[in-house]
């Protein structure tokens, strides 16, 4: 059984759809813990599935790598087979990626390379695109410029706002995650360094 460990920055949905795929007894990962960098309205979710979950606040550290020693510290403690990024609005630092690299995956609402960043969506907007998309990479030490695993378009709609945009975005981006975690768990996709 593959066991991951999810971390979140803000309200979790993402996070929720994959804690509800992972407690159906057919499928072959476990969610093991929840981090957040800060008081995230996701860590609820862990709660309500009964998984553990810690905080290592970023505001709490001197520096990106003092938090992500401590993020270190406290992900070790559950050994997990992999990491997921889902809605960490926070780049980890280079030695966490490198100790656990290739094993920790992002969630991002965009078609990568096109619009990286925190504010995939907005910028798809803000450049007029007619269509954006959803992606799941591996982490490396750039942004968002990790291998990616998996991808699709979504369309933009003359009428969208952020928020609108989003929220077709995200369910694109749970049916990516959920079905790239079962396929590293089955060995149908393997994570080459
Ligand atoms: C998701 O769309 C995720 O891809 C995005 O934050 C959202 C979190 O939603 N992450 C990034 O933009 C990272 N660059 P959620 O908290 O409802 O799951």
Known sequence: MLTVAVLISGTGSNLRALLEAASHPDFPARVVVVG???DAEGLAHAEEFGIPSFTVPWHAHES???W???LGRQIDVWTPDL???SGLMRLLPSSLVSRYAPRILN???AYLP???GAHGVRD???AGAEQTGASVIVVDDGIDSGPILAQERVPVHADDTEHSLHERIKPVERRLLIDVVRRIATGD???TP
């Open 124 to 126: 798809a907007l803000a």
């Open 68 to 70: 992500g020693e401590e």
């Open 114 to 116: 096109e619009f990286p």
């Open 36 to 38: 957040a960098d800060r």
């Open 107 to 109: 969630t991002h609402p």
């Open 64 to 66: 990106r790598d003092a």
């Open 189 to 191: 996709l393997t994570l």
């Open 83 to 85: 990491i997921v990024l």
